[in-house]
């Protein structure tokens, strides 16, 4: 394991990271619930406006998840699919997903320190 890696994971900085991360993405996905703009700039999509708002409930119940720590695997797997839509729904509309790309980093940064937690716990033990 690097000196980096042994840093994040002795300061738990990778709980700090998920945690920041579930925040923002849980205040970006109310407001894409509830800004009017967002109503307007989703019709691009060519989608109804349900879909606009099951999209934005599920990020947001997901974000939650993943904020928590017994079911932070979960809302990153949820966190992911919503995701993988998303960029779905951009593609098909023509336009470029690029943005998505740094959450879905962060989230599977943090999985990933989660991962190297566990291994780092099992061999000192």
Not at 18 to 39: D, K
Not at 67 to 91: D, E, K, Q, S
Request: aromatic letters at 16%; charged letters at 15%; proline letters at 3%.
């Amino acid at each position: 394991m690097t000196k980096m890696m042994e840093y994040i994971l002795k300061n738990k900085l990778d709980y700090a990271l998920r945690y920041v991360l579930g925040c923002v993405l849980l205040f970006l996905s109310l407001w894409f619930i509830f800004q009017p703009e967002s109503a307007e700039s989703f019709k691009k999509f060519n989608q109804p406006d349900s879909v606009r708002q099951i999209l934005g409930w599920t990020e947001a119940i997901v974000s939650l998840l993943f904020i928590l720590y017994p079911t932070r695997f979960i809302g990153a797997a949820g966190l992911l699919a919503v995701f993988v839509y998303a960029t779905y729904l951009h593609i098909n509309a023509g336009l470029q997903a690029f943005g998505l790309i740094p959450w879905t980093i962060g989230i599977l940064f943090v999985v990933y320190c989660e991962k190297q937690r566990k291994n780092h716990e099992n061999y000192e033990a």
